[in-house]
């Protein structure tokens, strides 16, 4: 007769999975429509969820620690005080979670005075007793020391790891080297820092395993401490009262329930009501949670459009069948579009096939090439696409349109009415992640939908997509058209709902056509400029190189960071300030500081920043001359920061240096066409000019609206000067200034930035604020109103969510204030200088110019001009910008012209 199945109590440690779920997500978090993070909570529940369903618990416990001091506190005063608090986006989910669990009837319990973890051992005594065997389900090593013959520990995945791996005492054997009766003595010897727990000091895991695996316990290892060295006698001798303190710190007590007559029924699993539960995983957007909770059940999950449902997809038989079904669609006028081709770079992709479709869950997908064969006609297809996309102005949905757009006018099919951009939405809506790919977005806002990978479709194989087979191409295509309609249906919704559609629609989609048609356009490089310089710098590194070694007396690889340190700490005897796993840092900051001291650090600084030019540009840049048009095409990314501001990749732009000779010489070799001049148009102290504003400072408007230089005018009230006195120190001071304190410098980087005392710095920022009381009043408004609402917006209303505002970790808290107002000042000069390109791209569109904006740099603007229209467009620009956005003081443009990027500087 076989053996009757014992129940299992699954308790689950409440605080170590809400805390493991809120870090798992650290880099990336989950956050809602509104940007709260709730990776807290989605973990916690997924894997609660996941226990019930995959282990089928008879009962489940939740434990939880209580706001009460545990008996720990009362017997080391020192007990976690290191730990630091919580954040404050994971605090504030706490109480969710809890209410979710009292709504789904889920049993928690946590006692006064006592750990989650006394509490745990002591639901484990009970269910012994009752001949039921107990799963912890938690990651504390801790709690290893309850494992036994029916007390096992489900842990979570390591790295490289999918699943939970139940632990017994074999297990611990394995990990650990020592049996679950030992892990107390293990615990008091190595001792823990995360708790404060002082253990033996000088004896870690190797030493304690190998001390029990001899002695067997704490108590035997002392008793023979005639038989260790000399070394581990001592410190064992000099730290038995904290070895045997610690001892009984990580000692978990196992009666702090009543053992003998605890009722264990009342955590029976079948009396679980997830059901319950549901209004409020609404509330939090949960509808994967929804989702599994139905499926949980047994029950059929109602299909919407926001939910993990696969689609049903379509190939598009014939070029007739195209048309009729772009017909039909037109009538909507507006369907989700998506490319498939050849590259991911756009001006090398040849199209390969199509997909599109007008409702979610449905979707077509028309190839040209599929398994590396012609399957229907380019032509006829372009020319059916360019009846409703061009001349029809069927609107389009995509995700990351710039693409699909730059593409199809590479293919005769320029002007596409661009619609809706999944990925800028997705962006207005949460600036504070970095991931908008159709991946990511469908598993975080698709009930934790897994699209089909690209790497999956293209694999080495293949190498193309246009040797994808038919099916293959089929399925994969065809999703992204789908997956995009269904995020388009969400995000629309959600837009209105936060006010952030005005921005979406006048601002960042126009914007797109911009910044393509910039793209598409590229700016030509004298490649044999940089030939000339490359030349240059190659002596200048020589020569460095030489100096070094003669001021040093012999050669070395100034490469190595370990030759580095011999040379500057040992040889030169120069202070080292930053300990690292190798010896001292070589970094960057630390050769600033260095270098007021040696020659040696400023000339390996000058070395390296010359390596870098010549790396990342000198030798970089003629390589990416695109052989069809003779142009270098950077390109645009909108969604790279939380700020608005744009940034560019291959090349990177924003990154050449802008105030010295060498950045110079690298802008010279970018050059007009003949017959045309460079333009720049550069917004004057646009950031100041924001600051101003919204400070509502007189004294800097008064600056600004009298055209004086705002960094004389500083200093002339710092240091109590008429304005023409103010010497060129003085200004550069205040300069330092006037851009630290917008950005919340602090006065121990003001003084390294100026080479001062930090107490001289202070003063400088007191002075400031000072003069300038109400710039002092606005940033701390910006503060309270984020720590109010959790985020900031711009004058245009783009917002940015600052979870840590309310940190109760200073470091963290000081760092999301510097955030919160860098984010309102930065992102409005931002949004200014997007409406600036939008409204001077359209004058040039109504005056018919043969000129052409390029580039966007920071607040510069670079327009390659026909020498004949060289006036009109100067007036026209110079007005478009300045009367892009009305502020309570001018915006003021400076124009230059030359003949390379460089010679306007």
Known sequence: MSQEKRETLYIIDGYGLIYRSYFAFINNPLRDMEGNNVSALFGFFNSLLMVQREYNPDYLVVAMDTAAPTHRHQLYKEYKANREAAPQDLHSQVPKIEAILEAANIPRIGVDGWEADDVIASLATCASKQDIETIMVTGDKDLLQLVKSDVFALRPPRRGEKSYRKTGEEEVFEEFGIYPSQMIDYLALIGDSSDNIPGVAGIGPKGAQKLLEKYKD?????????????????????????????????????????????????????????????????????????????????????????????????????????????????????????????????????????????????????????????????????????????????????????????????????????????????????????????????????????TIPYNSVVTEKEGNFKDVPLDEALNYGAEDADITWRLYELFAEQLKKRHLEKLFRELEMPLVKVLAEMELKGILLDAQKLADFDKEVVKRLEAIESEIFGEVGFEFNLNSPKQLQEVLFEKRGLPATKKIKSGYSTATDVLEQLAHLDT?????????????????????????????????????????????????????????????????????????????????????????????????????????????????????????????????????????????????????????????????????????????????????????????????????????????????????????????????????????????????????????????????????LIFEVVEEEMLEVQTLVKKEMEEAYTLSIPIKVNLEVGTSWGAML
């Not at 679980?272 to 059929?300: C, D, H, M, V, Y």
């Not at 989700?336 to 001006?347: I, N």
Request: charge should be negative; glycine fraction near 6%.
């Open 600 to 860: 040696i650090p400023a000339l390996i600084l000058q070395n390296r920043g010359l390596v870098k030019l010549k790396n990342t540009y000198i030798d970089t840049l003629p390589t990416m001359i695109n052989p069809q048009t003779g142009r270098v095409h950077t390109s645009y990314t909108q969604t790279g920061t939380a700020t608005g501001r744009l940034s560019s990749r291959n090349p990177n732009l924003q990154n050449i240096p802008v105030r010295n000779e060498d950045g110079r010489r690298i802008r010279e070799a970018f050059v007009p066409k003949e017959g045309s001049l460079l333009l720049s148009a550069d917004y004057a102290q646009i950031e100041l000019v924001v600051l101003a504003h919204l400070a509502d400072d007189s004294s800097l408007k008064e600056a600004f609206l009298r055209g004086e230089d705002i960094h004389t005018h500083t200093a002339s009230l710092i240091f109590n000067l008429f304005p023409e006195f103010v010497t060129a120190e003085q200004r550069r001071i205040a300069k330092t200034i006037n851009f630290g304190v917008m950005y919340g410098m602090s006065a121990f980087r003001l003084s390294n930035e100026l080479q001062i005392t930090r107490k001289e710095a202070q003063t400088f920022i007191d002075d400031y604020f000072n003069r300038f009381a109400k710039v002092n009043a606005f940033m701390e408004g910006v503060k309270e109103e984020a720590r109010k609402v959790g985020r900031v917006a711009t004058l245009l209303g783009r917002e940015r969510s600052i979870p840590e505002i309310n940190s109760r970790n200073a470091t963290v808290r000081s760092g999301a204030e510097r955030v919160a107002v860098n984010s309102v000042i930065q992102g409005t000069a931002a949004d200014i200088m997007k409406l600036a390109m939008l409204r001077v791209c359209e004058a040039f569109k109504k005056a018919k110019f043969k000129s052409s904006l390029l580039l966007q740099v920071h607040d510069e």
């Open 218 to 450: 704490l108590d035997s290892i002392y008793t023979n401490l005639d038989e260790l060295t000399p070394k581990q006698a001592e410190r064992l001798t000099n730290s038995k009262e904290l070895a045997y303190l610690s001892k009984d710190l990580v000692t978990l007590r196992h009666d702090v329930v009543d053992v003998t007559n605890f009722d264990t029924t009342k955590f029976r699993a079948d009396t679980i009501e997830w059901q319950k539960s549901i209004p409020l995983f609404e509330e939090a957007q949960a509808r994967s949670i929804i989702a599994a909770i139905n499926s949980l059940g047994g029950e059929t999950v109602e299909e919407e459009s926001g939910s993990a449902q696969e689609g049903s997809y379509h190939l598009v038989e014939s070029i007739a069948h195209l048309e009729e079904l772009l017909a039909e669609m037109a009538k909507g006028g507006v369907i989700a579009f998506d490319l498939e081709t050849t590259s991911l770079e756009e001006m090398e992709a040849e199209v390969v096939g199509f997909s599109f479709t007008n409702r979610p869950f449905e979707a077509w997908y028309f190839p040209l090439i599929a398994g590396g064969e012609e399957v229907n006609d380019s032509e006829a297809a372009r020319e059916v696409l360019r009846k409703y996309l061009i001349e029809g102005q069927l609107a389009l949905v995509g995700q990351n349109l710039k693409y699909d757009y730059k593409v199809l006018s590479r293919w005769g099919l320029k002007g596409a009415n661009l619609h809706f951009d999944t990925m800028l939405a997705a962006w207005l809506l949460d600036s504070a992640t970095s991931l908008y790919n159709l991946d990511y977005l469908a598993e975080r806002y698709l009930d934790g939908y897994k």
